[in-house]
């Protein structure tokens, strides 16, 4: 049995909570320096960029809401608590994240992997009534089990090697999807002379109907029943589905409120006033567990008789600017953004001949099943991964030899 002890995140190094300079001021954002956000932690293991960016006025008003490169990030406020990444580059850290800074000899990835696997165990310490958030006295009593530097370094490079098969799948997934929508593009958006005499104006509605999914209760989500899809496995990017697995609801439901592989669904409800999510289209991806649930935050897609061959046409069509845009503008709520049925349903695409759509999709269907493999593949390295944890820190696995090192006893 290895040398174990057990210590807190706050005797590991220091802790530090991210700000936001004020938001009305144009001057304090744009800039030179990288401001990562609960949205950038995105499933990477290193979070080497940030969609958003501050000026040094606007980065010097937040002090030391710092995150140095190499130290562990994490979400303590919100949706996405617990979710945890390394940082990359040195970044200023808005006010949901932290940003625990390791010093040697310990090893900060390790501590990443430590609290990635623990995600609801961190969750459950939460505290605060309207949304769940972990203070910074409550990260430096956080307890972490910690074994001798040198088993930790050879954990993460057992667990390393799985996660970077992940990211090449995540590659291959980003340059096959790209491939998808470009041929998409190519063959019915960009023609030169526009859609030809024999294609046809419609209705999305005169292809689907719509149908919302199951108002849940918080407290029946758990590890039986059906998996419940909702907007936490919507992305920007809709054809790369999704990276973790949802949990489970077991409460009753109806036949309406299920969906199955290959299914489309449409993201209903954004809980931001971004307009990221709103609209987004999802492909049910294959995960060997017959027919899934889904929210009342997200609508079913059900094509009418004889329309189903479109499914693939229709998953691209809402993908582009003029759907997106029109979802953007009719979404309404003070709070919460909702998207009427009939902004959907209202919306017209023109149908190429049948023949085109057929030539679309014996080239994209194989790209899009080469998708669905490798993300499936990564959730089961995934859970490899979370699962070999605690045998690793325990003591009862040893590390395997890895890039030609010997396992550490």
Not at 347 to 369: E, G, Q, Y
Request: include cysteine; hydrophobic fraction near 40%.
């Amino acid at each position: 049995m290895t040398e174990r002890r057990l210590t807190t995140l706050g005797a590991l190094g220091k802790i530090v909570i991210g700000s936001t300079p004020p938001g009305d001021d144009p001057t304090h954002f744009d800039g030179p320096v990288p401001f990562v956000t609960p949205a950038d932690l995105d499933g990477r293991r290193i979070v080497d960029s940030a969609a958003r960016s501050l000026t040094e006025q606007g980065a010097g008003l937040i002090g030391a809401a710092r995150a140095p490169r190499g130290c562990v990030l994490l979400v303590c406020i919100g949706a996405d608590l617990g979710r945890t990444a390394c940082a990359g580059i040195d970044t200023a850290i808005n006010q949901q994240l932290a940003a625990i800074i390791v010093e040697p000899p310990n090893s900060a990835r390790y501590v990443y992997y430590d609290l990635r696997a623990r995600r609801r165990e961190l969750r459950a310490a939460a505290g605060g009534s309207a949304q769940p958030i972990l203070t910074k006295s409550t990260l430096l009593r956080t307890p972490i089990v910690l074994p001798a530097p040198p088993r930790q370094r050879a954990i993460v490079d057992a667990l390393g090697a799985l996660d970077d098969k992940v990211e090449l799948n995540e590659r291959l997934s980003l340059t096959l999807a790209e491939i998808a929508r470009a041929r998409f593009r190519a063959q019915f958006v960009d023609l030169p002379g526009g859609p030809g005499r024999d294609w046809k104006v419609v209705r999305l509605g005169d292809l689907f109907d719509l149908e919302k999914g199951l108002s849940y209760r918080g407290e029946l989500l758990g590890d039986a029943g059906p998996r419940l899809l909702g907007l936490g496995q919507f992305a920007p990017r809709p054809e790369l589905g999704f990276d973790e697995l949802p949990r489970r609801y077991g409460g009753r439901h109806r036949e309406r409120h299920l969906v199955r592989a290959g299914d489309l669904m449409i993201a209903n409800t954004d809980l931001t006033q971004r307009r990221e999510l709103i609209g987004i289209p999802l492909r049910v991806p294959e995960l060997g567990e017959g027919p899934l649930l889904f929210t009342h935050h997200v609508y079913a897609v059900r094509f009418h008789r004889g329309c189903e061959d479109w499914r693939d046409f229709v998953f691209f069509a809402l993908q582009q600017p003029e759907f997106r845009a029109r979802a953007a503008g009719f979404a309404a709520g003070t709070t919460v953004l909702s998207l009427p049925r009939d902004a959907v349903l209202d919306h017209a695409i023109a149908l190429p001949p049948p023949r085109l759509r057929a030539a679309f999709a014996r080239v994209t269907r194989p790209l899009l099943a080469r998708i669905d493999h490798a993300r499936h593949e990564s959730r089961a390295l995934a859970e490899l991964r979370d699962h070999l944890l605690p045998g690793l820190v325990s003591g009862a696995l040893v590390p395997p030899r890895v890039g030609g090192r010997p396992a550490v006893p």
